[in-house]
């Protein structure tokens, strides 16, 4: 007797929901608003893990005190305004007249709370420390909050539009009673939490009394369908009005069918290899007799030989099918605080043969390369791709894939003394802030949970000059000179190889005809952002 996949069995039930409900698809999708997801959440804690499948639904239900539109530009939210007093002293007027989803007035103290909370959630794999840390938080009136810093700190109301605002009643609350929904309280947002199964789905309910008014959906499911094919088969049954991250392999003919509508935009998300830089020797790289060796992900020839053997418009092309852009630093061309003077690496196995000889290694080394399963566009033909490369330099690379929440645990504490575990991943990141301080701060400054820095650093990557720059960027209030400082520390730390990028994603959408989906940099789908036509 044959036996159906975790992921056979999942389509299968999506076939036997979408058959009967055909026939009245104009009926059902009235107000109810069906969404797939191509990522599992791993909370709806709003402040356990800051990862996009989380941030967005969070977005729903809990918001921040600064918003952001389609282009990630601040924007008023439940602070109505606000302003620097001085060069360490920020000031926030609260929106009046909000209240949480269980009827209790929002006030200043909802906002202190939340600043208690948020940096603090126990067994955080990525947390939100480095947005609130330096920060001291006061307030002044209901309706009025102070912010001191104990130097300038211009990215004040970036840092606040990243995580949401909880009700001090559950500043408390544990992540597991986050998702079980025992949050009375509930936040200001939208919509309210009705059912969250796991690895399945959330359906949310409207925010009748919202201080912004009245949302078009009745209820918004979002089914996590981590197959790709699957999420397209849901909406071309009818299962589902939207899907997201929409196959390469199908973008063209999506958008030939008069049925649909198709959106993208280019994404703030970088997709990129980080890698040991901290152990003498690193548990997945080996001699070419299987011998242990010094790791040698620390010799800058060799991250460069790395680098310089990777084919970036051969993955565009082939892979992404032309759904990318070659990347050469943390985000593209156009946003705050990226280099001019940045390019791809150019794709030159000869010249990385000699750089892997001039460090040392003529004859290579053997090394696994581990990366998540369907959490990123085509990761898996990734990582596939790219240890070929690398196989052609001369290092006999393996790879090893694994369900995300296994993934980035292992990722970031999975090694003895709850260090990274792996030698060298693939990874994604999509810039919160939309500007370049976002990135540098998570994923390449030095590791240091007490001042908030690094905390997504899984390579432990650390150097002096780039930190000490980054610093510089941090303090400086003029936004042309903050912009150079930022641009001069992507400089130092992909000069150096702190990481290796790859390309930069374009986000797409496709859903039925009647409904129209706006996109967004930051990869969010956003029951907010779709409408009917």
């Given at each position: 007797?044959?036996?159906?996949?975790a992921?056979?069995l999942?389509?299968?039930?999506?076939?036997?929901l979408?058959?009967?409900v055909i026939?009245i698809?104009?009926i059902a999708s009235?107000?109810e608003l069906?969404?797939g997801?191509?990522?599992?959440?791993?909370?709806l804690?709003?402040?356990y893990?800051n990862l996009t499948?989380n941030n967005?639904?969070a977005?729903?239900?809990?918001?921040?005190?600064?918003g952001?539109d389609?282009?990630?530009?601040l924007?008023?939210a439940?602070a109505?305004?606000?302003k620097?007093?001085?060069?360490t002293t920020?000031e926030?007027?609260?929106r009046k007249n909000?209240k949480?989803h269980d009827?209790?007035?929002?006030?200043?103290?909802d906002?202190l709370a939340t600043m208690?909370?948020?940096?603090?959630?126990p067994k955080?794999?990525s947390?939100f420390n480095?947005?609130?840390?330096?920060?001291?938080?006061?307030k002044v009136d209901?309706h009025t909050?102070?912010?001191?810093t104990?130097e300038p700190?211009?990215?004040v109301?970036t840092d606040?539009?990243?995580?949401?605002i909880?009700?001090a009643?559950?500043k408390?609350?544990?992540?597991e009673?986050?998702n079980?929904g025992k949050c009375?309280?509930g936040?200001?947002?939208?919509?309210k939490?009705?059912?969250?199964?796991?690895?399945?789905r959330?359906?949310?309910?409207?925010?009748e009394?919202?201080?912004?008014?009245?949302?078009?959906?009745s209820?918004?499911?979002?089914?996590?369908?981590?197959?790709?094919?699957t999420r397209?088969a849901?909406?071309l049954?009818?299962?589902l009005?939207?899907i997201?991250?929409?196959?390469?392999?199908?973008?063209a003919?999506l958008?030939?069918?008069?049925?649909?509508?198709?959106?993208?935009?280019?994404?703030n998300?970088v997709?990129?290899?980080h890698?040991d830089?901290?152990?003498?020797?690193?548990?997945?790289?080996k001699?070419?007799?299987g011998?242990?060796?010094k790791?040698?992900?620390r010799?800058?020839?060799v991250?460069?030989?790395?680098?310089m053997a990777?084919?970036?418009p051969?993955?565009?092309e082939?892979?992404m099918?032309k759904?990318?852009?070659?990347?050469?630093?943390?985000l593209p061309d156009g946003?705050?605080g990226?280099?001019?003077?940045?390019k791809?690496v150019?794709?030159d196995?000869?010249?990385a043969?000699?750089?892997?000889?001039e460090a040392g290694?003529?004859?290579?080394f053997k090394?696994?390369?581990?990366?998540p399963?369907?959490?990123?566009?085509n990761?898996?033909?990734?990582?596939?791709?790219?240890a070929?490369?690398?196989?052609?330099l001369?290092i006999?690379?393996?790879v090893?894939t694994?369900p995300?929440?296994?993934?980035?645990?292992?990722a970031?504490?999975g090694?003895q003394?709850?260090?990274?575990?792996?030698?060298f991943?693939l990874?994604?990141?999509?810039?919160?802030t939309?500007?370049?301080s976002?990135s540098?701060?998570?994923?390449?400054?030095t590791?240091?949970?007490k001042k908030?820095?690094?905390?997504?650093?899984r390579?432990?990557?650390?150097?002096p000059?780039f930190?000490a720059?980054?610093?510089?960027?941090?303090?400086t209030v003029d936004?042309?000179?903050?912009?150079a400082?930022l641009a001069?520390a992507m400089?130092?730390?992909?000069?150096d190889?702190?990481l290796?990028?790859?390309h930069?994603?374009?986000?797409?959408?496709?859903?039925?005809?009647?409904?129209?989906?706006?996109?967004?940099?930051?990869e969010?789908?956003?029951?907010t952002g779709i409408r009917?036509?």
């Open positions: 007797m044959k036996t159906l996949s992921t056979g999942k389509a299968l039930k999506l076939a036997i979408a058959a009967p026939g698809a104009g009235a107000q069906k969404i997801l191509s990522a599992e959440l791993s909370s804690d709003p402040h893990h499948p967005l639904m977005r729903h239900i809990y918001e921040p005190l600064v952001q389609e282009k990630q530009a924007k008023p439940l109505e305004s606000w620097a007093i001085d060069d920020w926030f007027k609260l909000v949480f009827g209790s007035p929002f006030t200043a103290d906002v208690q909370r948020a940096p603090n959630v955080s794999p947390s480095a947005y609130v840390r330096g920060k001291e938080f006061s209901d909050i102070r912010i001191k104990t700190a211009p990215l109301p606040l539009s990243t995580f949401g909880i009700s009643k559950c408390d609350t544990t992540t009673d986050f079980l009375a309280a936040g200001t947002g939208p919509y939490q009705a059912e969250y199964v796991a690895g399945d959330v359906v949310l309910t409207p925010n009394n919202y201080w912004g008014g009245k949302e078009p959906w209820k918004v499911t979002f089914r996590m369908i981590t197959s790709a094919p397209v849901a909406l049954a009818g299962d009005d939207v997201e991250n929409v196959p390469t392999s199908d973008v003919r958008k030939g069918d008069a049925k649909l509508n198709v959106s993208s935009t280019v994404s998300r997709i990129y290899f890698m830089h901290f152990r003498e020797v690193s548990p997945f790289i001699g070419k007799d011998s242990e060796i790791n040698p992900l010799n800058l020839k991250r460069q030989a790395l680098s990777i084919n970036r051969g993955i565009v082939r892979i099918e759904e990318a852009i070659p990347a050469g630093q943390l946003f705050f990226t280099s001019k003077k940045l791809p150019a794709f196995l000869n010249g043969k000699k750089l892997l000889a290694y003529p004859n290579g090394m696994k390369l581990h990366g399963i369907n959490r990123y566009l990761d898996t033909k990734i990582i596939e791709a790219v070929q490369m690398f196989s052609r001369g006999e690379t393996e090893e694994l995300s929440a296994n993934f980035f645990t292992r970031s504490q090694g003394g709850n260090v990274p575990e792996f030698s991943i990874v994604g990141w999509g810039a919160g939309g500007e370049s976002d540098l701060k998570a994923l390449l400054a590791f240091d949970p908030g820095m690094g905390a997504t650093n390579g432990r990557y650390s150097n000059a930190d720059k980054l610093d510089e960027a941090l303090r936004d042309a000179k903050r912009d400082a001069e400089e130092i730390s992909m000069n190889v702190g290796i990028p790859t930069y994603q374009l986000n797409t959408w496709a859903s039925r005809k009647g409904v129209k989906v706006q996109a967004r940099t930051d969010y789908t956003l029951a009917k036509e």
